[in-house]
């Protein structure tokens, strides 16, 4: 009974009995003392445009290097890298890479920063806090594509060493999160207030799902929360859905719904909206202020880059974001 441990790490706070694992499948309390199973221990490893992130705003046309382990805090059935975050460490492979190694390797290729993505970085803190230490030292940038579901505590201090964060917003009510995803809106929302506050650069990622949650009353709400909570600059990216893993029933999200989507979002105030996973419009930068065309995108290329020194090229106004 003594080795009961209590994980603080997410939201889920796992009680956890002499060897058994949590919820993640990444920590194992051994004694009482908590271990993880997946440090230094990435089953993916990628040099990535950080536009595959999504980041918008950040470093536009450089390279990433993304590390991922085994496992997540999460169950959505919409996940797209299910194989591995859904899996046991030890049902995937995966390259021995501490910190160290990490950072070199970025550094080797002519990455400028290192992403911690694909699964949820949340599983890997520890690896991931310590990369991001060492990384600062050689000026190379931090950024986390996360779900968000993470205790303050960890949060904060994390997050002197982290750059910039895309968020998963998924939906905008707690029934979504408990029954598609297995959490809680809350605790999500709490981590975007807590990272603006900490001065990370923050952009969110919205998937919209058919049925699920594509009401554009709903959307309207989560985009006025975003204006008021962390005001009009934070770019949002509305993400196309295809049928995957436990959803294979619902359709692709229609084109219209995604261009309503973004109507109500900058209805609400908010100045970037994107929309991804969709090929046509909606990936392109234009200065809030004249209209210009700044950042023009096909894919994950860049084609071309009008903001110079943080500002529009045309009429000078600062753009939000990290450019340099
Ligand atoms: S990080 Fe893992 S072990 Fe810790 S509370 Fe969350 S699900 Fe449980």
Known sequence: MGDKVRCELCPTECELDNYQIGGCRTRINKSGVLYSLVYGKPCSVAIDPIEKKPFYHFLPATAAFSIATAGCVLDCKFCQNYQISQARPEEVDHKDLPPADVVRQALYYGCRSITYTYTEPTVFYEYMFDTAKLARDFKLKNTMHTCGYINSRPLRELAPFMDAADVDLKAFTEDF??????GRLRPVLDTLVELKKAGVWIEITNLVIPTLNDDIKKISEMTAWIVNNLGRDVPLHFSRFFPYYKLKNLPPTPPGTLSDARK???????????????AGGGQNTSCHKCGRLLVERSGFRVNQNNIINGRCGSCGTGIPGVWG
């Open 177 to 182: 999160y408990s029954r598609i995803c297995g």
């Open 264 to 278: 109500a979002a900058l209805d609400s105030g908010l100045r970037y909206v994107y929309i991804g996973n969709l």
